[in-house]
């Protein structure tokens, strides 16, 4: 690599624009080391990196995250029924409309169709994964209740006894079910089931080029 004399000591060195420059290039004034790791590495298979996530402990540090997921969810929930509020007013023609809209300021405004359906697909993925966050907090809570009687039942001198999956889960269901008869969601969950078992129903049974084929 030519390098062009500098009039001047205090000027930076300048390369002939005569010989086209390779890809890889040390800058004027440096030097690789003959010893550098030029071989690629993955931080997520480091030694750093192995190990079980304990999923109890991440989400009492990272509850935040979950917060502040659940103010999303009521944002969203309230722009979308602004926005239907005012394209029903707009739709219907009221003539109180525009000064309801006034009132209520920019949030309050008819969203374009495309907006509406992206906001109720963000409302929909942020509500599921609240709910697998809440499920899995659900199932931690009872293992440590069923943890702590069984400490209790130690220290009193009697056997321990290990409950087996299968009972761990019937007590999550009705733990469950008691929550959603507490807060009137039960009907409709039991509907939701109903229909996905249908569902399901309906693929299993044969079609019409099961037998043709």
Request: aromatic share 6%; net charge positive.
């Amino acid at each position: 690599m030519e390098i062009q004399p500098r009039a001047n000591k205090n000027r930076p060195a300048q390369q002939s624009t005569k010989r086209a420059v390779s890809t890889l290039r040390v800058a004027p004034g440096l030097s690789a080391s003959a010893g550098a790791d030029k071989s690629g590495r993955d931080p997520r298979f480091d030694a750093v990196s192995k190990g079980a996530v304990d999923e109890h402990a991440w989400r009492q540090k990272y509850g935040f995250v979950f917060d502040k997921q659940r103010e999303e969810v009521r944002q969203l929930k309230s722009t979308l029924a602004s926005a239907k509020a005012a394209a029903k007013a707009q739709h219907a023609g009221a003539p109180g409309a525009k000064r309801k809209r006034r009132k209520r300021g920019a949030s309050a405004a008819a969203l374009p169709p495309h907006e509406v359906e992206a906001l109720k697909l963000e409302l929909s993925r942020k509500s599921n994964q609240l709910m697998a966050h809440d499920q899995a907090a659900e199932r931690q809570r009872l293992k440590s209740a069923v943890r702590k009687k069984e400490v209790v039942a130690v220290a009193a001198g009697k056997r321990p006894y290990y409950k087996k999956a299968r009972e761990i889960r019937e007590e999550q269901l009705t733990e469950q079910f008691q929550q959603l008869e507490k807060s009137g969601r039960l009907d409709n969950y039991m509907a939701k089931k109903r229909k996905q078992r249908a569902s399901k129903q309906r693929k299993a049974l044969p079609t019409y080029s099961d037998y043709t084929t």
